[in-house]
């Protein structure tokens, strides 16, 4: 019988564990480069979306 190698996959092995419905509609996290300048528009264009989605989604359909 093998021991313990120094490593153990034991919490990762086997198949990914399913998702409660709170945690899959959490938000995703996703990476963007940008500028400082551009960053600061990003930022402000994020709050807007965050407070009033209505009004960001109106933005961005009249700006195509």
Do not use: H, Y
Not at 15 to 30: F, G, N, T, V
């Amino acid at each position: 019988m093998r021991g313990n190698q120094g490593w153990s996959t034991a919490g990762r092995a086997g198949r990914p564990k399913l998702r409660s419905p709170e945690e899959s509609k959490a938000r995703k996290m996703r990476s963007i480069r940008a500028s400082d300048e551009e960053w600061e528009l990003i930022k402000e264009f994020a709050k807007l979306a965050k407070d009033d989605i209505r009004e960001a989604t109106k933005m961005v359909k009249a700006n195509k």
